[in-house]
C-alpha cells in the first residue's frame, strides 16, 4: 500500500510510517519528510517496523488459537456460511504456519506458506486464505506488517451462457419440482437459497420480495437467514405466469442441495453442460442485450456492484451473437457510407 503524503507550508512532502504497537494497542508511526512526493513516500515504503515480541497482545498463543478467537468473536456478525467456511479454512489451510506461536511469525514465514499454497491451489484461491490470516494477525498481531507477493491472476474462465432454446428446452422437460426453480431464477434472477426460503406471502401482483435465504450454520442444519449482503435484499418483478405458478408451490420440500441434486441428475439426462446458477447468467445477459441499465440489472438481481455484474455478460448471449454481429457491420457502413456522399 502506497503511504500518504501530505504537502507541508514550507513545500515539502511528509509521508508516515507504521513503526509498531505499544503495550496499550496504540500505533505509532514515523515521518519521513523529502522534496517531492513521490519520495517522501518512497522513504516511508521503506522502513522497516520496530518488531518487538512484547508488542504483540497475545504472544504466547498459537496462529490456530487466534483463528479460533477471531471467529468466535466475529460470529454474530458473519453470515452462518462464512463461519462454517471459516472454521473449514482453520483445519486446513497454511499447516506449517498454524502451530506457531504470533511472537515466531514474521512477514518472510508467511511469504514462504503463500509461495507453498500457490504450488496447490489456484491464485485467487490463495488470495482468500491469505485475507482471512490477515484479519486475524491484524487483530492479534498488528506489529507484524505484510506485504505479501501472490500468483499472478489467471485468465478468468468464460462464464457459460445457457441460449434461449435451451432454458426453454429446460422447463419443458424439467419435473414440477425443478421447474418451478428454473422458472424464478430464469425469469427473477433468484438464487437456489433465496429460492429455498419463499412462501407464498412473499409474492404480490408483480413480483417478488427477497429478504431471506436458506444456509447452513455452523452445525450444518438449514437455517433462515437474512441474505448475506445488504444488495441481496431487493424486489424482483416476474411475468403473471411465474407469479401464478409459483404461489402455488410448496417451498418447504425444497433446500439447495436437493436444487443441485434434482439438477445434476436432470442435467446429465438431458445432455446440458451448464450449471442450475447460469440460469441467472442468462437473466442478465439477455436483459443487458436488450439494453437494461447495468445499474438497474444488477440491482433487480442483486449484485452488489456493477463490476461484480459484468462479469456475467462479459461474453454475449451465443444465440445472439450472428445478430449483433450484422447490426455491427451496418453500422459502419451506413456511417462511412455517408462519409463518401458527403465528399461527393
Known amino acids: 500500500m502506497t503511504p500518504k503524503a501530505t504537502k507541508l507550508p514550507s513545500g515539502r512532502w511528509r509521508a508516515r510510517a507504521y513503526d509498531y504497537t505499544d503495550k496499550e494497542g496504540k500505533r505509532h508511526y514515523i515521518s519521513y519528510t523529502a522534496d517531492t512526493k513521490a519520495e517522501a513516500q518512497a522513504a516511508a515504503r521503506a522502513h522497516i517496523p520496530t518488531v518487538k515480541s512484547n508488542n504483540t497482545p497475545y504472544p504466547e498463543i498459537t496462529l490456530t488459537e487466534a483463528y479460533k478467537r477471531y471467529i468466535d468473536t466475529h460470529t454474530a456478525t458473519l453470515s452462518p456460511s462464512t463461519v462454517r467456511e471459516y472454521r473449514a479454512m482453520r483445519k486446513r489451510d497454511f499447516p506449517s504456519l498454524m502451530e506457531m506461536k504470533l511472537k515466531d511469525i514474521t512477514p518472510e514465514i508467511v511469504q514462504a506458506a503463500v509461495n507453498e499454497a500457490s504450488q496447490k491451489f489456484a491464485p485467487k484461491t490463495v488470495r482468500d486464505k491469505h485475507a482471512l490470516l490477515h484479519k486475524v494477525l491484524r487483530f492479534y498481531a498488528p506489529q507484524i506488517i505484510l506485504r505479501t507477493d501472490f500468483p499472478q491472476k489467471r485468465k478468468q474462465k468464460e462464464v457459460y451462457v445457457p441460449t434461449t432454446e435451451e432454458v426453454t428446452q429446460a422447463l419443458e422437460t424439467a419435473p414440477e419440482i425443478l421447474r418451478v426453480p428454473i422458472l424464478l431464477s430464469s425469469r427473477g434472477s433468484l438464487r437456489r437459497s433465496e429460492i429455498c426460503a419463499l412462501t407464498a406471502e412473499d409474492f404480490t401482483d408483480t413480483g417478488v420480495h427477497i429478504t431471506k435465504a436458506m444456509v447452513k450454520d455452523e452445525n450444518k442444519n438449514w437455517v433462515i437467514k437474512p441474505p448475506k449482503t445488504a444488495a441481496g ?43 442450475f446458477h447460469a440460469f441467472r447468467h442468462y437473466w442478465a445477459s439477455l436483459l443487458h442485450a436488450q439494453g437494461v441499465p447495468d445499474q438497474y440489472i444488477a440491482k433487480i438481481g442483486g449484485w452488489s456492484s456493477v463490476e ?12 445472439k451473437l450472428p445478430e449483433y454481429s450484422d447490426k455491427i457491420v451496418d453500422i459502419f457502413s451506413a456511417e462511412f457510407a455517408k462519409k463518401k456522399e458527403n465528399k461527393a
Not at 409459483?246 to 446429465?268: C, H, M, V
Not at 461484480?308 to 444465440?319: I, W
Open 308 to 319: 461484480m455484474l459484468q462479469k456475467v455478460y462479459a461474453h454475449a448471449l451465443r444465440d
Open 233 to 275: 435484499e431487493r424486489f424482483c418483478p416476474l411475468p403473471q405466469d411465474v407469479i401464478s405458478t409459483a404461489r402455488n408451490f410448496d417451498f418447504s420440500a425444497l433446500n439447495p442441495d436437493k436444487i443441485e441434486g434434482y439438477w445434476q441428475r436432470f442435467k446429465t439426462k438431458q445432455g446440458f453442460q451448464f450449471k
